[in-house]
């Protein structure tokens, strides 16, 4: 019997599918862990990566060997989209609400426009 | 596609001005309310339901999409399953470390509304996400926070308001680095008879995170509903039937009992009818309701004084479906509220086939549940076992549920004016149709733009917070005032994300920060002579200065490295800078030169001061004799030393090493920088050490 090692990236432990014969292929993994975990989601699909190349495997019919350890995410069908455009928020000069003066001396706010923050330190 | 998303390589996480919001559930649904909230390197989570439609790991959110390890903090909004009932799970079965918080009154209820959850639930053990005792270890783990008390976790502050809703619901606004985020999780703007409104914050928002279950609805009146639901209830027992209404046992069924209590009280001619409130937990349950009396509205808790309203004249409580003798007319509120099992389902089972008998959804039911299905009203449905039966029953929908309106959410937004709207919790199509009318209220506004989204689980947006950067200066730098285009230096000093500018000396005043000097002390085995030591450190150090107050020997050399003539030894001292460490340096290694070289152990005269002339004017000569040749080159006359090219006379004046032409002569000044350039050379080169 062989098998493959499968771990939810969300989980903490490791959980097998069994098979016969040297390799599986991804549609028949992916229906084997739908199986065992009983999900039935129709809109819920499996995003299966190769736990030690991190190498996504997307093709249906391509073939994992034997003993091989896979993370599995659970995705909506259509998968994850990338970000879409980012929004600028502009903010104008606020008063730094957020810090405290940690002595009573006298201070002045002095407004520096840091691109290069780190040039100070 | 890679799930983790990698921070602008350029900039880290930190310093970034990128704010990501993404939905792993209830996005555009409702159900499994999940959301992660990324800004300045902080992850946040908010809420953590499950989908009461949906079975086993289906009915969870995408978590699988983050690193639960790298989630800071965790907010849960209310004890409602959709909000809280992947707790368990999260915090015992996934490696999430971070810190969680909800109120007082969520945490004792959402002990036992999950207890009960797991009790009713019909699947089998294999199936469940957690057990009771994963719920009761999670209890540790859950930390308090009381409504409007301000809490900093990881540099995020937050704190939280009354959301109305349900007992302890709150709405959490969180801090980051100046940014404001609201989110509402879900409320209400009207009172009820034991909550409160929901707050509008003091404090603007730049991002609002908002429920949008009823869309652009408008609910009927308060006293409308009640009225309606009190009449559809006599009409049933009327009619000889049973009424059903499957409540969960805390949260809005505890409205309903007042409310019922107070009709049964006005109408006389119904006291022989029994009202059952279905409840193993009813007594624990209650006893929640009347310890957390202080998050209910004035009305209540000027009542509970007088006479404790949830002490009820005219309600029983049902332990089990044993105790229930099913003879007559009665009502029955049972749990859970969706009927996906348990009691109210039985119950739902034993009288939908006959038509006297009624049925009411007080509360809004998700998709893919038995109460939202038969909303519908089909002919026939199945039963838990398989079986089909008829539905004859009667069926209302009197939604009691508490959430916000279209009028309501109107009246928030415009109070808040937040620049970005996110919707969640809503159902695809009455969020989109919200998004819409949002959009339309503000399209003519010049003054006010709002940005409203709507994602899909695990999209995310992205909103980029250009600012400022504020950096206060402190202490004995902030006693002049500055002008503008004066330069300022000193420390810059980052506390979470407040930037102080201080002068090093005034670090220990502010901060835990001291300036410190280092001092280093090197011993060097020597047995020779001093005085041969001190020679060769003059060929190096030009001036050597002897201490003469110390008992030992002491040099000083480079004004900063101390030599101590010991037995056997000489000990360098010197403050440690990078200056200081490299004469020290060179000094060590005459030292060992001199240690480890025989030959060097006879005494060198004292060096001349600078080079004679003589010899400097004869080094010259061989020189320019070397560079133009001999026809070129006129020394014989001590007074005129000359060099001729071309027809060109350069005169050198050696004690100067100037170089000058005959008056008036050439214009062309190669060869006079040419000759002067290397006279000054040469002289460089038999005088190498100025003063340092």
């Not at chain 1, 969300?10 to 098979?19: A, E, H, R």
């Not at chain 1, 014969?21 to 990566?49: F, S, V, W, Y």
């Not at chain 2, 009347?290 to 002490?311: G, L, S």
């Not at chain 2, 038969?374 to 449905?381: A, C, L, Q, R, V």
Request: aromatic share 8%.
């Amino acid at each position: 019997m062989s098998c493959v090692h499968y771990k939810f990236s969300s989980k903490l432990d490791y959980n097998t599918v069994t098979f016969d014969g040297l390799h599986i292929t991804l549609a028949e993994l992916k229906r084997q862990i739908m199986g065992r975990e009983r999900l039935k989601a129709t809109d819920c699909d499996l995003q299966i990566t190769n736990a030690q190349t991190r190498e996504e495997y997307t093709d249906e019919e391509v073939h994992i060997p034997k003993h091989s350890s896979v993370i599995v995410r659970r995705t909506p069908i259509g998968g994850v989209k990338p970000a879409g455009r980012t929004f600028i928020v502009d903010r104008s000069d606020m008063a730094a609400g957020s810090s405290r003066p940690v002595c009573n001396k006298h201070s002045h706010f002095l407004t520096i426009s840091v691109l290069l923050l780190s040039s100070l330190l | 596609m890679a799930a983790k998303r990698k921070a602008d390589l350029s900039v880290p996480a930190e310093e970034s001005d990128q704010l990501l919001i993404r939905p792993l559930g209830a996005g555009q649904e409702v159900g499994r309310s999940c959301i992660i909230l990324e800004f300045k390197g902080r992850k946040i989570m908010l809420d953590c339901g499950i989908h009461p439609g949906l079975e086993g790991m289906d009915a969870l959110p995408y978590i699988d999409l983050i690193d639960p390890a790298e989630i800071d903090l965790l907010l849960i909004s209310h004890f409602h399953l959709d909000h809280c009932g992947a707790l368990p799970w999260f915090l015992q079965k996934t490696s999430f470390k971070g810190r969680t918080f909800m109120t007082h009154a969520t945490k004792a209820i959402y002990r036992w509304l999950l207890s009960d959850y797991v009790k009713v639930s019909n699947i089998s053990a294999d199936d469940m996400l957690y057990t009771e005792t994963d719920l009761e270890e999670s209890m540790d783990k859950i930390e308090t926070i009381n409504f409007h008390e301000v809490k900093e976790v990881a540099g995020i502050k937050f704190w939280c308001y009354h959301a109305g809703h349900v007992l302890g619901a709150a709405m959490f606004m969180i801090e980051i680095a100046g940014v404001k985020i609201l989110y509402t999780g879900d409320f209400s703007r009207q009172e009820d008879r034991h909550l409160m409104a929901a707050e509008i914050p003091s404090v603007k928002p730049d991002i609002l995170i908002t429920e949008s279950t009823y869309g652009t609805h408008i609910h009927e009146k308060r006293e409308e509903r009640e009225a309606r639901f009190c009449n559809t209830i006599h009409d049933i027992v009327n009619r000889e039937g049973r009424c059903l209404i499957p409540v969960f046992a805390l949260g809005r069924a505890q409205e309903l009992l007042l409310i019922l209590d107070e009709y049964w009280q006005n109408h006389p001619e119904l006291h022989d009818i029994p009202i059952y409130y279905a409840s193993s937990l009813a007594k624990k349950c209650m006893a929640v309701y009347q310890t957390y009396v202080n998050a209910m509205n004035d009305k209540i808790r000027k009542a509970i004084n007088v006479n404790n309203p949830f002490v009820f004249k005219h309600i029983s409580n049902l332990k089990s479906m044993d105790h229930f003798d099913d003879i007559g007319p009665s009502v029955v509120m049972a749990s859970p509220g969706m009927m996906q099992s348990g009691l109210s389902r039985e119950l739902f089972e034993s009288w939908c086939t006959d038509k006297r008998n009624g049925v009411i959804i007080a509360g809004y039911s998700v998709e893919g549940t038995l109460a939202k299905h038969i909303m519908s009203e089909p002919e026939e449905i199945t039963t838990m076992s398989g079986q089909k039966l008829q539905l004859k029953m009667s069926v209302d929908y009197i939604s009691f549920s508490a959430h916000t309106d279209y009028q309501q959410t109107s009246e928030f937004i415009r109070a808040l004016k937040p620049p970005h709207v996110i919707l969640v919790h809503g159902e695809q199509n009455e969020m989109a149709r919200l998004k819409a009318a949002l959009i339309r209220e503000y399209e003519d506004n010049d003054e006010v733009h709002i940005e409203v989204h709507n994602p899909r689980n695990t999209e995310a947006v992205t909103l980029n917070f250009r600012g400022e950067k504020l950096a206060k200066v402190m202490g004995s730098l902030a006693d002049k005032k500055c002008q503008q285009g004066q330069r300022v230096s000193g420390i810059l000093v980052k506390r979470n994300f407040s930037y102080h500018i201080l002068t090093p000396s005034d670090l220990s005043n502010y901060t835990d920060l001291a300036m410190s000097t280092v001092k280093q002390t090197q011993a060097i085995p020597f047995t020779g002579p001093i005085s041969l030591l001190a020679s060769h450190l003059r060929n190096l150090a030009g001036e050597v200065e002897e201490v003469e107050s110390a008992e030992k020997i002491t040099l000083r050399i480079f004004k900063n490295v101390t030599l101590v003539h010991e037995a056997g030894m000489v000990v360098l001292e010197w403050i440690a800078n990078p200056l200081n460490d490299m004469y020290a340096d060179a000094v060590t290694t005459v030292v060992l030169e001199v240690q480890s070289n025989p030959k060097a152990q006879k005494v060198m005269e004292h060096k001349k001061e600078g080079i004679e002339l003589d010899v400097f004017q004869q080094r010259l000569e061989i020189m320019l004799l070397d560079m133009f040749g001999e026809d070129c080159v006129d020394f014989k006359d001590n007074k005129n030393l000359t060099v001729t090219v071309d027809g060109n006379t350069a005169f050198i004046c050696p004690e100067t090493r100037t170089v000058q032409y005959e008056e008036g002569s050439a214009e062309d000044e190669t060869l006079r920088e040419m000759v002067e350039l290397a006279v000054q050379r040469l002289y460089d080169a038999l005088n190498p050490i100025q003063s340092m």
